[in-house]
């Protein structure tokens, strides 16, 4: 079946923008993820969302990010006002459920802030 | 946070070898994983050992796990240009943590 997709898979814009990430999860995947990965560094966890339960927003690095999810399918990340430390690629997961399932990761989004 | 640390950072062989890497983890753990990574995007996972096995195998990757130790090992045996990318290990968790793993470069 289909994987994790992401898009777009690249981005570059403008500081000060806004920008709209988009993940399509496995279906049938309760939980999703969102990550971010500065270049050369490990992984810094966002947000999850696992079914209806309010999402776990503890990563977030500021309020100029935001997530939303739909159900149990499609999440967007929002980056209002980006700024060039926002550049770095970001990279949705996907679980069967919560509580520590194997996650399984979409290609990512990398975006660059001029 | 439950994090794995990879060592060494990075490592370059000649296809054909075997290519051993490491990881360290501090807190206990029900279940490790190793995850590899091409060309800084999409992150696959390899393969998950879980905290009662020693060993694991899948293909040419072989996977021991020391719960004494709070260590992992990740073997790939018979490397192939292909197998080039960043790997990464880390405890199965809610939310994953990861270090800056090791890069392995096979050379032709």
């Known amino acids: 079946g289909a994987g994790v997709s992401q898009s777009p898979s690249n981005k570059v814009t403008e500081k000060g923008k806004d920008v709209e990430l988009r993940c399509d999860p496995i279906?049938?995947?309760?939980?999703l993820y969102w990550y971010r990965q500065r270049l050369g560094q490990g992984l810094e966890f966002l947000i999850y969302?696992?079914?209806?339960?309010?999402?776990?927003k503890s990563g977030l690095p500021s309020d100029r990010f935001s997530a939303e999810r739909t159900g149990e399918s499609v999440s967007t990340l929002t980056i209002q006002r980006t700024q060039q430390e926002d550049s770095a690629v970001y990279l949705c997961?996907?679980?069967?459920?919560?509580?520590?399932?194997?996650?399984?990761f979409g290609p990512g989004t990398r975006l660059t802030v001029l | 946070s439950q994090q794995g640390e990879e060592d060494p950072q990075a490592l370059s062989i000649q296809e054909g070898e075997n290519a051993t890497m490491n990881c360290s983890y501090k807190?206990?753990?029900?279940?490790l994983q190793w995850y590899r990574q091409n060309s800084g995007r999409g992150l696959v996972h390899l393969i998950l050992?879980?905290?009662?096995?020693r060993e694991k195998h899948s293909g040419r990757l072989r996977v021991t796990l020391d719960t004494s130790k709070k260590s992992s090992s990740l073997l790939i045996t018979a490397s192939r240009a292909a197998d080039t990318a960043s790997y990464f290990c880390?405890?199965?968790?809610?939310?994953?943590?990861f270090g800056q793993g090791t890069r392995l470069t096979i050379n032709p």
């Open positions: 997961a996907s679980s069967l459920g919560g509580s520590a399932d194997t996650q399984y």
């Open positions: 279906s049938g995947h309760t939980a």
């Open positions: 969302f696992q079914g209806n339960s309010a999402p776990d």
């Open positions: 807190t206990s753990i029900n279940n």
């Open positions: 050992i879980r905290s009662n096995e």
């Open positions: 880390a405890p199965l968790a809610q939310k994953l943590v």
